[in-house]
C-alpha cells in the first residue's frame, strides 16, 4: 500500500487496519497492532520524502467506548473511529462521546450507509457536527464506491462549520487507491478547498494538529 502511495506520488499514507472487535475483516489484536507499529516506525527510518503514518479505524461499540484503550491510542498518528455494528444502538449518542476522546481524529463513514445495501442508522448530524466542531475533530469523505459518506450536501454543510473533512479512500488493497477520485468529486460538488480537507496538510502539520487537539481535549 505504501509503495503504490509513494508511486501515486503522494507524500505519506495513513494504515488504519480494523480493530480487534472486527473479526470479519481480521481486525488486529492489541499485540498485532504494536508489531505494526514497530514494524512501521522500521520503514520510515529507511524512507525518503514519504511517511507512514501510524493508524488504527478503531470501533465504536455498543455503549460508546472504544475497542482500544487510551494508551493503545496514545501511541498512534491516526485514530479513525467507526460504527461498525449495533446500528440501532444510540449511534448519535455513541459518536458524541467519542468526539470527546483527545485521541480520536477523525470519525469514519458518519452516517453509515452503504449504498444499494442499506440506508445510513438513525443519526443527528446537526448534533454530530456541532460537538466536531467544538472538539476540532475532522469528519470522513470515504471514497469507496459503496459508501461516499459523507454526501456532498452534508460535507458542504460541515465545511461551512468549520470542521475538517478527509477524503478516504478506506482502501484494502493496493488497487483500489484509485478510490481517491469519487471522494474528490464528492468534496467538489460540495464546494471544498484545500483548507476545508486533513490530508491536503502535510505529515509534520497533521502530527502539530493532533498535538494541539489532544493538549486542547485531554
Same mark, same amino acid.
Not at 477523525?106 to 443519526?123: A, C, D, F, N
Not at 476545508?196 to 494538529?209: A, G, K, P, R, T
Given at each position: 500500500?505504501?509503495?503504490? !502511495?509513494?508511486?501515486?506520488?503522494?507524500?505519506?499514507?495513513?494504515?488504519? #487496519?480494523?480493530?480487534?472487535?472486527?473479526?470479519?475483516?481480521?481486525?488486529?489484536?492489541?499485540?498485532?497492532?504494536?508489531?505494526?507499529?514497530?514494524?512501521?516506525?522500521?520503514?520510515?527510518?529507511?524512507?525518503?520524502?514519504?511517511?507512514?503514518?501510524?493508524?488504527?479505524?478503531?470501533?465504536?461499540?455498543?455503549?460508546?467506548?472504544? #475497542?482500544?484503550?487510551?494508551? *493503545?491510542? !496514545?501511541?498512534? #498518528?491516526?485514530?479513525?473511529?467507526?460504527?461498525?455494528?449495533?446500528?440501532?444502538?444510540?449511534?448519535?449518542?455513541?459518536?458524541?462521546?467519542? %468526539?470527546?476522546?483527545?485521541?480520536?481524529?477523525?470519525?469514519?463513514?458518519?452516517?453509515?450507509?452503504? *449504498?444499494?445495501?442499506?440506508?445510513?442508522?438513525?443519526?443527528? %448530524?446537526?448534533? *454530530?457536527?456541532?460537538?466536531?466542531?467544538?472538539?476540532?475533530?475532522?469528519?470522513?469523505?470515504?471514497?469507496?464506491?459503496?459508501?461516499?459518506?459523507?454526501?456532498?450536501?452534508?460535507?458542504?454543510?460541515?465545511?461551512?462549520?468549520?470542521?475538517?473533512?478527509?477524503?478516504?479512500?478506506?482502501?484494502?488493497?493496493?488497487?483500489?487507491?484509485?478510490?481517491?477520485?469519487?471522494?474528490?468529486?464528492? !468534496?467538489?460538488?460540495?464546494? %471544498?478547498?484545500?483548507?476545508?480537507?486533513?490530508?491536503?496538510?502535510?505529515?509534520?502539520?497533521?502530527?502539530?494538529?493532533?498535538?494541539?487537539?489532544?493538549?486542547?481535549?485531554?
Amino acid at each position: 500500500m505504501a509503495q503504490q !502511495a509513494n508511486e501515486m506520488r503522494y507524500k505519506y499514507i495513513g494504515i488504519c #487496519d480494523h480493530s480487534r472487535s472486527a473479526q470479519y475483516a481480521q481486525g488486529l489484536s492489541i499485540e498485532r497492532l504494536l508489531d505494526q507499529i514497530n514494524e512501521i516506525d522500521q520503514i520510515n527510518q529507511n524512507l525518503k520524502n514519504f511517511k507512514v503514518l501510524k493508524g488504527t479505524e478503531v470501533d465504536i461499540l455498543s455503549d460508546g467506548s472504544l #475497542d482500544f484503550p487510551d494508551e *493503545i491510542l !496514545a501511541k498512534l #498518528d491516526i485514530v479513525i473511529a467507526s460504527i461498525h455494528s449495533a446500528f440501532t444502538k444510540s449511534p448519535t449518542d455513541r459518536i458524541l462521546k467519542v %468526539l470527546e476522546n483527545p485521541y480520536v481524529d477523525i470519525i469514519g463513514h458518519p452516517t453509515g450507509r452503504l *449504498i444499494s445495501q442499506r440506508g445510513g442508522y438513525e443519526i443527528d %448530524l446537526n448534533k *454530530i457536527f456541532g460537538k466536531a466542531r467544538e472538539t476540532g475533530t475532522a469528519l470522513e469523505i470515504n471514497a469507496y464506491p459503496n459508501r461516499l459518506d459523507l454526501s456532498d450536501i452534508n460535507a458542504r454543510k460541515a465545511a461551512e462549520m468549520g470542521i475538517m473533512l478527509a477524503i478516504n479512500t478506506d482502501s484494502h488493497e493496493p488497487e483500489t487507491l484509485s478510490f481517491m477520485k469519487y471522494g474528490l468529486g464528492t !468534496a467538489r460538488r460540495a464546494w %471544498l478547498t484545500k483548507a476545508n480537507v486533513l490530508n491536503c496538510l502535510s505529515f509534520d502539520q497533521i502530527l502539530n494538529l493532533k498535538k494541539q487537539r489532544i493538549s486542547t481535549k485531554g
